[in-house]
């Protein structure tokens, strides 16, 4: 079975001194992509593999890279980044805080605003959903649920914005038991979400098995080049 590796970024910081938990380094940010460059990766939207019709479609070594909470200095350091590598990504909205700040963690990031989101170039970076205002899925009823989603669909249409449905839960949260679990994955099919992203640090194996609990590595700014490379190759062990 092909290894089919998602990343998870959040904060990029311009000084190597700040890259820290969920922050990581310019530096450290170019040299990994350096890497995936190297070593022969395809980066993808899931716009892309919802075109595929069968595994053996997939390039030899498919990546997806995705990025939460589209902080202004994803803007700033990323998407240079990713334009200067030829590399595609995924940047995941929570609707309520664009032209804000993250107030769901201490308010000090600012967030993209709407018009700083449309100047990125859909060839780059494919915009998805992470939910309005960034609540974990698993504390709020169906009908919180629902509204949630009208609340995103609301916002997407005032603004014009080009959104692929896709979703990654906010802090990777979302029912585990029954039956609320079976009752919001019916949910998700019913607002024609295609993909739901876990945070899990495991590597997907080709085929997938269940589009709503892909897994994503959690990059941190604290991972050398060689836990990075250790990730995509064996996922998150316990040494780390």
């Known amino acids: 079975m092909t290894r089919f590796p998602i990343l998870m970024y959040h904060n990029i910081c311009e000084l190597p001194s700040q890259s820290t938990g969920l922050t990581t380094s310019y530096d ?5 992509f350096q890497f995936l460059v190297s070593q022969g990766y395809t980066s993808l939207h899931f ?3 919802q075109k595929l019709k069968s595994s053996d479609q997939y390039p030899k070594k498919p990546i997806i890279i995705t990025f939460d909470d589209v902080y202004v200095n994803q803007y700033k350091f990323a998407y240079p980044l990713l334009k200067k ?3 595609k990504a995924c940047f995941y909205v929570p609707f309520s805080y664009v032209g804000g700040t993250d107030s769901w963690n201490n308010g000090s990031e600012p ?3 709407v018009s700083q989101l ?3 170039d859909p060839a780059v970076v494919e915009l998805g959903l992470h939910s309005f205002e960034h609540r974990p899925y698993n504390s709020l ?4 649920i629902q509204e949630d989603f009208k609340k995103c669909h609301d916002f997407i249409s005032k603004n014009e914005l080009n959104v692929c449905n896709v979703l ?4 990777g949260n979302f029912p585990r038991k029954e039956p609320f679990k079976s009752l919001f994955f019916e949910t998700l099919k019913n607002q024609n979400i295609a993909y739901g992203l876990r945070i899990g640090n495991r590597l997907n194996r080709l085929p997938i098995k269940n589009n709503y609990e892909l897994n994503r590595l959690d990059i941190k700014g604290d991972d050398s080049l060689f ?3 250790l990730k995509l190759k064996l996922g998150k062990l316990s040494l780390f």
């Open 28 to 32: 450290k940010l170019e040299a990994q």
């Open 47 to 49: 716009r892309d593999i």
């Open 85 to 87: 590598y030829n590399l």
């Open 111 to 113: 967030i993209m605003s």
């Open 118 to 120: 449309k100047e990125l």
């Open 141 to 144: 009823s169906l009908e919180l």
């Open 168 to 171: 990654a839960y906010p802090y």
């Open 227 to 229: 836990k990075f490379k």
